[in-house]
């Protein structure tokens, strides 16, 4: 399945009244057209799930806990500014009015947090009961360099990244399918640098137990002008391209755990 968290850059009206982020941030740290780029994942039978809230609003890729005092009231004190609420825009600007209310956090949990990791949660069991395994591809998109505020900044960075956590949440043959996607598209290619995968990745890859995740990171200057965020239509073709083959590449893959028991048996 591919699940899409930060696509969307809508902010309803409650969330609104406490958002000081300027409507620029909110588009720049948003993975702007990815929901499209995947568009065809269902006609390959893989289930496409797609947030339509900012991560302005709910971070749907970091822990329930992961919040702070400073941003919810009667959180635990300790400092998170990109947590399940943002406290600060990547450029370290103040993204909130004014910390949230214990009832406010609340309600985007329980609205929007919960409900999207339940259907996901639903999603992936239903598929390992089905094929007695489960591939989750969490497609993102990152800046093509790294700005004020990221660990790399000025850096300039690969097409593609994987994000695995070390390769440990997902097998090898899912790994290497984006691997070897990336180079039929002709498309450099960088393993968790600079992201490693998100709370959903550790969270869901669990590939001993049949749950592969990885996180995929494309470059927004492989279909988009970074300046005016729109598309550029014959980048963003290619790019698409690359997706629809991406998940039609691991869909089509036996069972990992099965095949990498196998490849090890042949060394044996």
Avoid at 10 to 16: I, Y
Avoid at 183 to 195: C, F, M, N, T
Avoid at 223 to 228: L, P, Q, R, T, V
Wanted: glycine share 8%.
């Amino acid at each position: 399945m591919v699940e899409v968290p930060h696509a969307s850059v809508r902010v309803g009206p409650r969330a609104l009244a406490t958002l000081n982020a300027p409507a620029r941030a909110i588009g720049m740290d948003a993975d702007l057209y990815v929901d499209q780029l995947y568009r065809h994942a269902p006609r390959f039978g893989a289930t496409l799930l797609v947030a339509r809230v900012s991560r302005y609003v709910c971070d749907l890729n970091r822990a329930e806990s992961d919040v702070d005092a400073s941003t919810v009231e009667g959180a635990a004190p300790r400092s998170l500014p990109h947590g399940l609420i943002w406290r600060d825009t990547t450029e370290a600007q103040p993204a909130l009015t004014r910390k949230l209310s214990r009832a406010e956090f609340e309600r985007r949990r329980d609205t929007i947090y919960r409900p999207y990791h339940l259907a996901l949660d639903k999603i992936l069991r239903e598929k390992h009961a089905r094929f007695g395994y489960a591939i989750l591809l969490a497609a993102h998109s990152m800046p093509s360099m790294g700005r004020a505020g990221h660990a790399d900044p000025g850096a300039r960075r690969a097409d593609v990244v994987p994000g695995t956590q070390g390769r440990t949440t997902a097998g090898s043959r899912v790994i290497a399918a984006v691997e070897a996607e990336a180079k039929r598209a002709g498309l450099s290619l960088q393993h968790d640098d600079p992201y490693r995968g998100g709370y959903t990745t550790v969270h869901y890859g669990r590939p001993l137990q049949g749950f592969h995740a990885i996180q995929v990171e494309l470059s927004r200057s492989l279909y988009m002008d970074e300046a005016s965020l729109t598309k550029l239509p014959e980048l963003f073709q290619n790019t698409e391209d690359f997706c629809t083959g991406l998940v039609q590449s691991l869909g089509n893959l036996e069972n990992p755990a099965r095949l990498d028991r196998k490849k090890s048996s042949e060394r044996a």
